[in-house]
């Protein structure tokens, strides 16, 4: 499974096998990833180095709060996953397809044309001039967020379920 499809594993738990096995598809180069340490999984983030993701885990209590059931039986709960197309401290550049798009998005101008005009946002007016810092997006079924940097280059593309209220 290619990362652009690991949104469709949201909710799934560290102890379900569809999202074991994803997570090894991805992590090449990341050797400490082995079935039985994602199984016995105590941390909040699962990072992919070479492929430019992070995946956040939250326990069974919190998901369920913040988002539902889980679709999983285990402890740890797949919540979100975060990608970084210029890369981070922790991770190399994503460079696959967008998550739920066609295509890559780098820019705040592939965002709009991926995703549509957004639901939500943020401008930031520091000296006059309008900064857009994020924006949001329901796809799918999901909540997909695009963070910029100052020049509207992706930072990170974030997807999650949708919180429930």
Do not use: C
């Amino acid at each position: 499974m290619t990362p652009d499809h690991l949104p469709q594993l949201l909710g799934l738990t560290n102890t379900d096998e569809a999202l074991i096995a994803a997570i090894m598809a991805n992590a090449s180069g990341d050797a400490k990833l082995t079935p039985k340490r994602i199984q016995d999984l105590k941390a909040d983030f699962v990072m992919l180095r070479q492929a430019g993701l992070v995946m956040s885990f939250s326990t069974r209590e919190t998901h369920t709060s913040d988002f539902g059931p889980p679709r999983g039986d285990g402890p740890r709960v797949l919540s979100g996953l975060f990608y970084y197309p210029m890369g981070s401290e922790e991770v190399d550049p994503y460079e696959g397809v967008a998550p739920l798009a066609a295509g890559r998005v780098l820019t705040r101008e592939d965002a709009l044309a991926a995703y549509g005009e957004p639901s939500d946002g943020e401008e930031e007016d520091p000296d006059g001039d309008d900064v857009v810092e994020w924006e949001q997006w329901h796809v799918q079924g999901l909540e997909l967020t695009a963070d910029y940097d100052d020049d509207e280059q992706v930072v990170t593309l974030t997807v999650s379920l949708p919180m429930v209220f």
